[in-house]
């Protein structure tokens, strides 16, 4: 993109905006402001212009200020609780030390722009400045009411040290690497301990680049307050309704919810059924010894399980472990008194067991052994002996609505 040619045809630059959507309040709650040019009647995106590292950052600041200038005057006309998200990495944040921004949103202000609407969305990945100084200007922005939100979050993205620093309002997520199935499994695995951080620094979770009905439905299933893209309404020159897709989005998570729901009763019958299954056996075999027991459970769920061992309560392996391989079941002496206490939930689920006397079917994990998605159907024997009993992929697979 050339920038002179830009730079002397700025009437031409001009602010489209992309709503952003919240799934309490089914409406449009935010704008980000996108750059656009218009060339030879065609309108195209400054992107290209804003991540070009051979244009100079004086040329970048200038089209930006430009940007900003018209989106905020803009911004004047709507509702007092709707956020404008402005875009910013870190080179252009810190051009002159931040103050002629700064300078700019005061200005604005003045004028009667709460600056508590304002989010910076920024990335530092290709950074190469002082982040102490970028960091520090951040905490400056933040004493004015100006949100941070960390953009450019996908597969790929383990920057969790610089969330932890930054504690940003927002975390945003981009929903493109979805569409590679062979990023989709680590890409969950990020996502789950993104939401876990997030939940701990108080962060809400926007996901970006939504473009289709089941990414939508993914968002909102791991955690997603807000959403933006394509299938609900691309970027445009003008602001949109703000109640635009109440009703769709209603619908939509009303199915959604209704899906949900279903696994959730399908999880809670199986529970169910596994407690009755193995609380009789073990009742008709509480006199006889581990093996004696695992003969019967191997028997019963040749088909369902393929490993099973007790541990005590403060999770010290009892027995051995009993594993299903190609060549049918074999006893694996080796895991006898392994500890287990440091997995997450671990000692959570034992003290539940014990206060309930009930058994508990785990959330979906990834085996470490294996590498294959299971659960885990555990149940308390006595006062201090537990049953763990792996549920196969394939059985999984088969009852669908457990995955």
């Known amino acids: 993109m050339d920038a002179l ?23 449009v709650i935010a704008y980000e ?22 244009i100079p950052d004086e040329y970048k600041f200038e089209v930006d200020l430009l940007l900003v200038n018209m989106a905020l ?38 004028r009667g722009l709460s600056l508590k609407r304002i989010v910076l969305e920024i990335s530092d990945r290709n950074y190469h400045g002082d982040l102490d ?25 383990l920057y969790f040290e610089r969330i932890g620093q930054l504690e940003p309002d927002i975390l945003k997520i981009n929903l493109q690497a979805l569409k590679s199935t062979a990023t ?11 939401s876990l951080l997030a939940r701990k620094i108080g962060a809400a979770l926007l996901f970006e680049n939504i473009e289709m009905s089941y990414q939508l439905q993914f968002a909102w299933k791991n955690g997603g307050r807000y959403y933006q893209g394509y299938y609900l309404h691309p970027p445009s020159s003008e602001f949109v309704e703000r109640d635009l897709l109440r009703h769709r989005l209603k619908e939509k998570f009303h199915d959604f919810i209704s899906y949900e729901k279903k696994k959730l009763e399908a999880v809670f019958t199986a529970t169910e059924y596994f407690h009755a299954k193995v609380q009789e056996i073990v009742f008709k075999n509480k006199k006889g010894g581990y093996e004696e027991l ?47 206490s440091w997995r997450p939930y671990f000692l959570e689920n ?26 885990t159907f555990s149940f308390p024997m006595n006062g201090n002996e537990y049953l763990f009993i792996d549920l196969s992929y394939q059985y999984l697979f088969e009852h669908d609505q457990l995955l």
């Open 5 to 27: 040619e830009i730079l002397s045809d700025l009437e031409n630059c001009f602010p489209y905006f992309q709503p952003i959507f919240s799934a309490d309040e089914q409406r």
């Open 33 to 54: 402001v996108l750059g656009r040019y218009q060339s030879e009647g065609n309108i195209i995106s400054l992107g290209p212009f804003f991540q070009d590292d051979q």
């Open 73 to 110: 005057e803009k911004a004047l006309e709507l509702d007092e609780d709707v956020n404008i998200f402005l875009n910013r990495n870190a080179e252009l944040l810190m051009y002159r030390n931040g103050e002629p921004f700064l300078q700019e949103l005061l200005a604005f202000e003045a």
């Open 133 to 157: 100084q970028f960091d520090h200007l951040l905490q400056y922005y933040r004493t004015y009411g100006i949100k941070i939100a960390i953009a450019g979050i996908d597969n790929e993205s």
């Open 184 to 194: 989709g499994i680590n890409f969950n695995d990020v996502l789950f301990s993104l």
């Open 294 to 340: 695992f003969q019967v459970l191997i028997r019963e769920m040749d088909q369902i399980a393929f490993r099973m061992y007790v541990c005590d309560g403060d999770g010290f392996q009892k027995s051995a472990n009993i594993f299903k391989g190609q060549n049918g079941w074999i006893t694996q002496s080796e895991y006898l008194n392994k500890n287990w």
């Open 350 to 375: 034992i003290i539940k067991m014990r206060h309930e006397q009930k058994g508990i079917l785990s959330d979906l994990y990834c085996d470490i052994e294996t590498g294959e998605t299971i659960r």
